[in-house]
DNA sequence: ATGATTTCCTGCCATTTGGCAAGCAGACGC
DNA sequence: GCGTCTGCTTGCCAAATGGCAGGAAATCAT
């Protein structure tokens, strides 16, 4: 299979170079994720960080009630992994599992340790990749903050139709902040709103 | 004034040693802040990576509607600092201004960079103080999700009084996810609650 | 194919939260 | 000291959201 993908989205930052990025993805190992597999299991220590070539993933915590959260979802082209659980390598409050069959290339804790010190410009390319998650989670919670239910449905439905092709509602409803009986109505009001 | 907080807090996660921290500290510059003065303004780089000694901060982004929303409060012993901002170079989004007078050691970019360069034990400090950051959003959006405006207030008091005596119901109303005016009736209640 | 399960929608009503406006008290500037 | 301003509360009502339950439709396992 193509590292096509990868190398281009360790090129994407603006820090490393082409040939920099091939040598650094090569050291990536193939990893295929039926739908419901898991990437992570809650309690387990995240080791992988995976960068997703295609496919959906969602992320979940379970509260105390066990209800599931859904804390994230993936779609292709990115890195997944548990950021606090893979950093610190304590036991992760989350699971990671397919909402799709998926397919993408992984290294270890350990290898991307080895390649973080051995090669500055892809350290860099990692502090930025944190450093986009960090802004992407406030701006999350600044809509969660100053915005309508239906206007974050909305915005996701622009942002991340896939993610609505995939997911059943309760998921969605969950990572939206509202139940899944108010999504639902959400939804109606919005067909409507479009077909009348 | 006496750096001992702050190479305490850079021995804190274990990772550099009591020289390194003194040595480390030695490359910050004292700050102080008067009450309500800006430590970052909305449109300008973030380029203070900010010990707070003594002193409590609140972030705040203004909506379209150019009502603000306090994204953050900073209470002393941690550092702060806008992250995507500083990282990116790229102009703020927040504000930081000060509660109350404050004093504490600040380093700009390049400093911090050339720190990370010849230390990497405290390139890893750095890492895990973005990684501390991340996870602590990452639980208050869960709280957002899971649990009632109030009691989301309860776990505030219960974990930052301090925050309670120094800002403004409206400022911590908005971190909330409220109105001013739910929170003071939701304080009324928590009065009542334990009055009775 | 078929029976079981899951998903989704919807009606009814309770609860939570918001919006507005008035009023009071304390802080601040002059 | 005095007027002004800001911060906080509260009453009234509207809007948003939740909880529960029933039923249709899609999905899944065997």
Redesign the pocket.
Known sequence: MSQEKLTQFLQSRGIIGAVQAAEIASQFSPKALA?HDFLLREGRVSDAYFFLDHGLLRAFACDPAGHDVTTAFYPAGQVVFEVSSFFTRAPSQENIQALTDCTGWFITFQQLNALFHARPEFREFGRSVLVHGFATLKSRMLAMITT???ERYEQLLKTAPEVLRH?????V?SYL????????????GA?AAGTE
């Open positions: 739908r309508s239910a239906t997911a059943p509602v309760k998921h409803a902040g509202v139940t899944d009986t108010s999504l639902s109505r959400i939804r109606a067909k």
